[in-house]
Nanobody, 118 residues
Framework: QVQLVESGGGLVQAGGSLRLSCAAS????????MGWYRQAPGKQRELVAQ???????NYGDSVKGRFTISRNSAKNTVFLQMNSLKPEDTGVYSC????????????WGQGTQVTVSS
């Protein structure tokens, strides 16, 4: 079982910045993909950013140029730097990690609330 612990959410004014972190723990031999998703009230969950082990990083259209995903592979941690935040960025942000440990895994964090005030 791979657990994910997120941190860094909170309340910020429009134009501000936040940095989210997500640390994976458990039996992990390799990680294929690390990513962030968000869900706003009354809306479906959407991709924010996804970082494969190799290949191109994918960003949701609404966050391109403002958000940056990065990872510390040695610590199995993924980060999301969010700049120029807008009220429409408000939602619950969850990290997702896919890889191989005691078999393949596809784990989700518990979610962290991000609220951007206008």
């Amino acid at each position: 079982q791979v657990q994910l612990v997120e941190s860094g959410g909170g309340l910020v004014q429009a134009g501000g910045s936040l940095r989210l972190s997500c640390a994976a723990s458990g039996i992990i031999h390799s990680i294929n993909v690390m990513g962030w998703y968000r869900q706003a009230p009354g809306k479906q969950r959407e991709l924010v950013a996804q970082m494969p082990g190799s290949g191109r990083i994918n960003y949701g259209d609404s966050v391109k140029g403002r958000f940056t995903i990065s990872r510390n592979s040695a610590k199995n941690t993924v980060f999301l730097q969010m700049n120029s935040l807008k009220p429409e960025d408000t939602g619950v942000y969850s990290c997702n990690v896919q890889g191989y440990g005691r078999g393949s895994f596809d784990s989700w964090g518990q979610g962290t609330q991000v609220t951007v005030s206008s």
